[in-house]
Structure formats: structure tokens, C-alpha cells
């Protein structure tokens, strides 16, 4: 185990740290090393890593080793990625980097998927990219869908219902959302969207919901993208689309009706 330049912060301590405070030896056991009293780390058949402590391997808990808290689960495998440790996110490094080896607790910084950690290495909601009581602009029930910030609004009467980030359709190539006032003019399940690519090619893409407002082009779940919002849709846009996640996809259908008006704007 590589040991980095950082020492993490001792406001990590609210951990349920085990008895011993201090931080452990960052050594590396081999065969001939390791015994019945020997401390410091030996790696599994599977290639994971285990920590031993007078001997005794850690179980279930976060320890300082070397200046880098680490986490062993019940079996004392060394955890690495995401984890979910006492209802908390944490994120525990998967490949070493300038300021972390493998296994050690990102702390009070972003983690390589860009997610930002606390003081104490706990991960911190992001912000919802909308104001959650946004006034309904139309004061009728409507689905909006503003372009420019790349954002889906259902409103019920005056109250936001649902919202969230999308990618409508690519600018270029005739593949641009249409802009004006329409309506939801049906609602269907599990169906297959088809079409053609600028280049002549064919599309057959599966959907699970589908909201058809102007002609070919409607709201439904896209379970192949990523990330929605921003600037995707001018380089990576729909077919002309709006693509929203495959979690706002289900409550977006469950809310809206046949009739619904659908405005589209910039």
C-alpha cells in the first residue's frame, strides 16, 4: 500500500473508530513477516487487502492507517468506490491517485465522478438545478419545456409537480425540438420509437414511457444517457425528443393527461 502526502483532518474522528486513536503502521506483511503478533497489511488471494492488528484481523470498522482512513468490513476485506457505511456515502478510492492509495477516504474535496465529500468524507447532495416552488408561469396545468436551459417543469394548477433536467433535440440537421404550444396526444408503455439518422441510417430505440406532443416528437424516459441538462443537446441532442431520466420518466406519465398542454420555448 502506497502511502500518500495528505494527512486527513482529525475531524474524521467522529467515526466509530476502534479503541486504539492513533494511526497504524503503513506496512506491508509477506509471508515471512506475518505471524501471530504482526501488524500491517497483507493482500488476499483475490487481490483485496486485509489489516492485521497484533495479529488479529479488523472487522467492521475505520481505521487510520498511515495517515488515510480506511474501511474493513465484517469479513476485513478493505473496501474500495462507493459505500454506503451507517446510512452515510462515502467514497473510498478505487484507483490510486497523486493523493490517495487504493482503499483511503476522499475527504472534504470532489471525488473523481465529481460528487463533493465533507470534512468528514460524507457525500453532500447536490442542489436541485430548479427552484422547487417555482411559480407556474401560465396559471394552467401544463408540462414546460425550456430549451435554452435545458429543463422539463409540470405544473398541476399553480404547483410544481415535476421537474428535472433533459436533452431535447440537436440543433442541426432538422433534428430541433419544435417551439410553440401543444399537447400531450396520447399516452403509451413499452414501445419502440423509430426513425432515421441525419446520415440516411435507422433508429429503433425502446422506450418504457412515451408522451407523444408533436407528431413524432414527445417526452419519454432515455435509459442510454448519462447525464441530462446542460449544453448535451447541441452536440449529442435527440431526434427533436425531449429525453428525460428513466426515474422522472414514471411520475412525468403518472401526472399527466391526454389534452395536457405541452409549451416549448427558448
Known amino acids: 500500500m502506497a502511502a500518500g502526502a495528505a494527512i486527513l483532518s482529525a475531524a474524521v474522528l467522529v467515526f466509530a473508530v476502534p479503541a486504539f486513536a492513533d494511526s497504524l503502521p503503513n506496512t506491508t506483511l509477506s509471508d515471512r513477516t506475518s505471524g501471530p503478533g504482526a501488524t500491517g497489511w497483507k493482500q488476499t488471494a483475490e487481490g ?3 489489516y492485521y492488528l497484533n495479529g488479529s484481523l479488523l472487522r467492521g470498522t475505520w481505521s487510520d492507517v498511515g495517515g488515510f482512513w480506511y ?3 465484517d469479513n476485513g476485506n478493505m473496501l474500495t468506490g462507493w459505500q454506503n457505511i451507517g446510512g452515510k456515502e462515502y467514497f473510498l478510492t478505487q484507483n490510486q491517485d497523486e493523493a490517495h492509495p487504493v482503499g483511503a477516504l ?3 474535496t470532489k471525488t473523481p465522478d465529481g460528487c463533493t465529500v465533507d470534512e468528514n468524507g460524507v457525500k453532500i447532495a447536490n442542489p436541485l438545478p430548479y427552484d422547487p416552488a417555482r411559480p407556474n408561469p401560465y396559471g394552467f396545468s401544463c408540462v414546460e419545456v425550456d430549451i435554452t436551459n435545458q429543463m422539463m ?3 398541476i394548477n399553480n ?3 415535476v421537474a428535472s433536467p433533459c436533452v431535447t433535440g440537436r440543433p442541426s440537421g432538422g433534428r430541433a425540438t419544435a417551439v410553440g404550444s401543444f399537447r400531450i396526444n ?3 408503455r413499452n414501445r419502440y420509437l423509430q426513425g432515421y439518422n441525419s446520415d440516411g441510417s435507422r433508429y429503433k430505440s425502446w422506450v418504457n414511457y412515451w408522451m407523444p406532443f408533436h407528431g413524432g416528437q414527445g417526452l419519454h424516459d432515455a435509459r442510454w444517457r448519462g447525464a441530462f ?3 448535451i443537446y447541441k452536440s449529442s441532442g435527440s431526434h427533436g425528443c425531449v429525453n428525460l431520466p428513466v426515474d422522472i420518466a414514471p411520475l412525468l406519465y403518472n401526472t399527466v393527461w391526454v389534452g395536457m398542454p405541452v409549451i416549448v420555448h427558448y
Open 48 to 50: 483485496g487487502w486485509n
Open 71 to 73: 474501511y474493513f468490513d
Open 159 to 161: 404547483e410544481l409537480r
Open 153 to 155: 417543469y409540470c405544473y
Open 229 to 231: 441538462g446542460g449544453q
Open 106 to 108: 476522499y475527504v472534504n
Open 186 to 188: 396520447s399516452k403509451e
